[in-house]
Protein backbone atom coordinates (compact mmCIF):
# COMPACT_ATOMS: atom_id res chain seq x y z
CA UNK A 1 0.00 0.00 0.00
CA UNK A 2 1.16 3.37 -0.85
CA UNK A 3 -0.17 6.85 -0.52
CA UNK A 4 0.52 6.78 -4.52
CA UNK A 5 -3.42 5.15 -4.49
CA UNK A 6 -4.87 8.16 -3.58
CA UNK A 7 -3.53 10.01 -6.57
CA UNK A 8 -6.59 9.61 -8.84
CA UNK A 9 -8.71 11.21 -6.35
CA UNK A 10 -6.21 13.79 -5.83
CA UNK A 11 -5.95 15.16 -9.87
CA UNK A 12 -9.53 15.12 -9.91
CA UNK A 13 -9.48 18.19 -7.57
CA UNK A 14 -6.96 19.88 -9.24
CA UNK A 15 -8.20 19.37 -13.15
CA UNK A 16 -10.19 22.83 -12.95
CA UNK A 17 -6.84 24.49 -12.18
CA UNK A 18 -4.81 22.22 -15.09
CA UNK A 19 -7.13 23.37 -17.71
CA UNK A 20 -6.76 26.85 -16.87
CA UNK A 21 -3.29 26.59 -16.73
CA UNK A 22 -3.20 25.16 -20.16
CA UNK A 23 -5.41 27.73 -21.55
CA UNK A 24 -2.51 30.41 -20.60
CA UNK A 25 -0.09 28.60 -22.18
CA UNK A 26 1.87 27.24 -19.22
CA UNK A 27 3.85 24.07 -20.36
CA UNK A 28 4.40 20.99 -18.38
CA UNK A 29 8.23 21.33 -18.32
CA UNK A 30 8.17 24.62 -16.91
CA UNK A 31 6.13 23.09 -14.25
CA UNK A 32 8.55 20.34 -13.60
CA UNK A 33 11.53 22.71 -13.82
CA UNK A 34 10.09 25.22 -11.31
CA UNK A 35 9.02 22.51 -8.93
CA UNK A 36 12.81 21.49 -9.01
CA UNK A 37 14.11 25.05 -8.93
CA UNK A 38 11.78 25.84 -5.72
CA UNK A 39 13.03 22.02 -4.19
CA UNK A 40 17.00 22.85 -4.71
CA UNK A 41 16.72 26.29 -3.09
CA UNK A 42 14.91 25.24 0.22
CA UNK A 43 17.25 22.35 0.45
CA UNK A 44 20.08 24.61 -0.01
CA UNK A 45 18.57 27.26 2.84
CA UNK A 46 17.97 24.32 4.88
CA UNK A 47 21.94 23.24 4.79
CA UNK A 48 23.25 26.94 4.78
CA UNK A 49 20.79 28.64 7.64
CA UNK A 50 19.96 25.07 9.33
CA UNK A 51 17.43 27.36 11.91
CA UNK A 52 14.66 25.23 13.22
CA UNK A 53 11.79 27.31 12.18
CA UNK A 54 13.10 27.05 8.90
CA UNK A 55 12.24 23.48 8.49
CA UNK A 56 8.22 24.24 8.34
CA UNK A 57 8.88 25.32 4.99
CA UNK A 58 9.55 21.36 4.28
CA UNK A 59 5.30 20.10 5.22
CA UNK A 60 4.51 22.89 3.48
CA UNK A 61 6.22 22.63 -0.03
CA UNK A 62 6.24 18.64 0.31
CA UNK A 63 2.57 19.31 0.00
CA UNK A 64 2.75 21.71 -3.07
CA UNK A 65 5.53 19.81 -4.89
CA UNK A 66 2.98 16.65 -4.85
CA UNK A 67 0.55 19.11 -6.63
CA UNK A 68 2.86 20.34 -9.20
CA UNK A 69 4.31 17.20 -10.26
CA UNK A 70 0.61 16.36 -10.40
CA UNK A 71 -0.28 18.68 -12.44
CA UNK A 72 2.95 18.42 -15.05
CA UNK A 73 1.67 15.03 -15.54
CA UNK A 74 -1.86 15.82 -16.31
CA UNK A 75 -0.54 18.48 -18.91
CA UNK A 76 1.05 16.20 -20.73
CA UNK A 77 -1.30 13.74 -20.44
CA UNK A 78 -4.24 15.42 -21.18
CA UNK A 79 -2.87 18.80 -22.74
CA UNK A 80 -0.91 16.66 -25.94
CA UNK A 81 1.89 18.24 -24.00
CA UNK A 82 3.92 14.92 -23.89
CA UNK A 83 7.74 14.72 -24.82
CA UNK A 84 10.76 12.62 -24.85
CA UNK A 85 12.43 15.89 -22.81
CA UNK A 86 9.73 15.67 -19.93
CA UNK A 87 10.25 12.56 -19.67
CA UNK A 88 13.58 13.00 -18.71
CA UNK A 89 13.12 16.17 -17.04
CA UNK A 90 10.46 14.52 -15.01
CA UNK A 91 12.51 11.62 -13.84
CA UNK A 92 16.07 13.55 -13.26
CA UNK A 93 14.43 16.73 -10.98
CA UNK A 94 12.42 14.50 -8.75
CA UNK A 95 15.43 12.31 -8.17
CA UNK A 96 17.59 15.91 -7.42
CA UNK A 97 14.81 17.43 -5.55
CA UNK A 98 13.86 14.74 -2.85
CA UNK A 99 17.86 14.23 -2.76
CA UNK A 100 17.91 18.28 -1.90
CA UNK A 101 15.03 18.13 0.65
CA UNK A 102 15.79 15.33 2.21
CA UNK A 103 19.67 16.20 3.02
CA UNK A 104 19.51 18.94 5.22
CA UNK A 105 18.02 16.76 7.52
CA UNK A 106 21.54 15.31 8.51
CA UNK A 107 22.18 18.63 10.41
CA UNK A 108 19.67 17.41 12.37
CA UNK A 109 20.21 15.14 15.79
CA UNK A 110 19.83 12.28 16.07
CA UNK A 111 19.79 11.75 12.24
CA UNK A 112 23.49 11.39 10.24
CA UNK A 113 25.22 12.32 7.21
CA UNK A 114 25.91 8.38 6.35
CA UNK A 115 22.22 7.44 6.84
CA UNK A 116 20.89 10.41 4.81
CA UNK A 117 23.02 9.52 1.84
CA UNK A 118 21.82 5.85 2.30
CA UNK A 119 18.16 7.17 2.03
CA UNK A 120 18.93 9.32 -0.68
CA UNK A 121 20.69 6.64 -2.87
CA UNK A 122 17.85 4.05 -1.97
CA UNK A 123 15.47 6.01 -2.69
CA UNK A 124 16.90 6.72 -6.57
CA UNK A 125 17.16 3.32 -6.66
CA UNK A 126 13.61 2.90 -6.17
CA UNK A 127 12.89 5.02 -8.96
CA UNK A 128 15.42 3.75 -11.25
CA UNK A 129 13.63 0.28 -10.48
CA UNK A 130 10.36 1.98 -11.08
CA UNK A 131 11.60 3.43 -14.28
CA UNK A 132 12.60 0.07 -15.97
CA UNK A 133 9.46 -0.89 -16.74
CA UNK A 134 9.40 1.51 -19.51
CA UNK A 135 12.78 1.08 -20.45
CA UNK A 136 11.76 -2.44 -21.14
CA UNK A 137 8.57 -1.85 -22.60
CA UNK A 138 6.26 -2.05 -20.22
CA UNK A 139 4.74 0.40 -17.96
CA UNK A 140 6.07 2.96 -15.03
CA UNK A 141 6.06 1.26 -11.86
CA UNK A 142 4.72 2.83 -8.55
CA UNK A 143 4.43 -0.09 -6.08
CA UNK A 144 5.29 0.68 -2.68
CA UNK A 145 5.30 0.93 0.78
CA UNK A 146 8.08 3.84 0.31
CA UNK A 147 7.04 5.83 -2.65
CA UNK A 148 7.89 9.29 -3.89
CA UNK A 149 4.72 10.25 -1.98
CA UNK A 150 4.96 8.17 1.49
CA UNK A 151 8.77 9.98 1.38
CA UNK A 152 6.92 13.06 1.06
CA UNK A 153 4.69 12.45 3.93
CA UNK A 154 7.20 11.15 6.19
CA UNK A 155 10.07 14.26 5.77
CA UNK A 156 7.10 16.79 5.74
CA UNK A 157 6.54 15.24 9.10
CA UNK A 158 9.64 14.99 10.22
CA UNK A 159 10.19 18.83 9.40
CA UNK A 160 7.11 19.62 11.16
CA UNK A 161 8.79 18.12 14.02
CA UNK A 162 11.85 20.33 13.87
CA UNK A 163 10.03 23.48 13.01
CA UNK A 164 7.68 23.03 16.08
CA UNK A 165 9.78 21.32 18.92
CA UNK A 166 13.53 22.65 17.46
CA UNK A 167 14.73 19.15 17.42
CA UNK A 168 13.66 15.71 17.07
CA UNK A 169 13.37 13.43 19.82
CA UNK A 170 16.05 10.42 20.22
CA UNK A 171 13.07 7.55 19.02
CA UNK A 172 13.70 9.17 16.07
CA UNK A 173 17.03 7.94 14.67
CA UNK A 174 15.44 4.19 14.26
CA UNK A 175 13.36 6.24 11.58
CA UNK A 176 16.55 6.40 9.70
CA UNK A 177 17.36 2.35 9.45
CA UNK A 178 13.74 1.43 9.07
CA UNK A 179 13.49 3.92 6.11
CA UNK A 180 16.25 2.09 4.33
CA UNK A 181 14.12 -1.38 4.75
CA UNK A 182 11.51 0.08 3.46
CA UNK A 183 13.16 1.30 0.48
CA UNK A 184 14.68 -1.39 -0.42
CA UNK A 185 11.39 -3.58 -0.13
CA UNK A 186 10.03 -0.66 -2.48
CA UNK A 187 13.13 -1.60 -4.77
CA UNK A 188 11.58 -5.14 -4.76
CA UNK A 189 8.48 -4.64 -4.82
CA UNK A 190 9.07 -2.29 -8.21
CA UNK A 191 11.46 -4.81 -9.89
CA UNK A 192 9.18 -7.90 -9.12
CA UNK A 193 5.89 -6.07 -10.63
CA UNK A 194 8.07 -5.42 -13.90
CA UNK A 195 8.97 -8.63 -14.27
CA UNK A 196 5.08 -9.74 -14.16
CA UNK A 197 4.24 -7.29 -16.75
CA UNK A 198 6.92 -8.78 -18.55
Not at 27 to 40: E, F, G
Amino acid sequence: MSIYKLKSSFQALLRPLVGRLAGMGVTANQVTLIAATVSVAIGALLVLNPEPALFALVPIWMALRMAFNAVDGMLAREHGQKSALGGYLNEITDVVSDAALYLPFALIAPFSLPWLFAIIFLATLTEFAGVLGVAHGKGRNYEGPMGKSDRALLFGALGALVAVFGVLPAWTWHIQPMTCVLLVWTVVNRIRAGLVEA
